[in-house]
């Protein structure tokens, strides 16, 4: 399986930025899709970003405008950016990859997330 390893999580105030990492590594043939979800202690996991190898990108409305998601294929690393943020963002973040180990099958991989605090 690919391992998936989240990194830049923290405590910060509203209104301040963090920028999140994940790093995808094992025997990795190719990666397609790299997204971030995000957690709240008893809430369910929503998506916060995507971003496809084209470049395109999809973004909840609650961060659109706030977070930006970007990728390092030669790095097989996506990135999240976030900016300005708010108590409610607070959550584990968990990376996601859509990913193949022979260039046939294909799924789904998980990190076991990072934790992100935002303190009013």
């Known amino acids: 399986q690919v391992q998936l390893v989240e990194s830049g999580g923290g405590l910060v105030q509203a209104g301040g930025s963090l920028r999140l990492s994940c790093a995808a590594s094992g025997r990795i043939f190719s990666i397609n899709a790299m997204g971030w979800y995000r957690q709240a202690p008893g809430r369910q996991r929503d998506l916060v970003a995507t971003?496809?190898?084209?470049?395109?990108?999809n973004s909840a409305d609650s961060v659109k405008g706030r977070f930006t998601i970007s990728r390092d294929n030669a790095k097989n690393t996506v990135y999240l950016q976030m900016n300005s943020l708010k108590p409610e963002d607070t959550g584990l973040y968990y990376c996601?990859?859509?990913?193949?180990?022979?260039?046939?099958?294909?799924?789904?991989?998980w990190g076991q997330g990072t934790q992100v605090t935002v303190s009013s």
């Open positions: 996601a990859a859509d990913v193949t180990t022979n260039g046939v099958n294909w799924y789904r991989s």
């Open positions: 971003i496809i190898d084209s470049g395109s990108t």
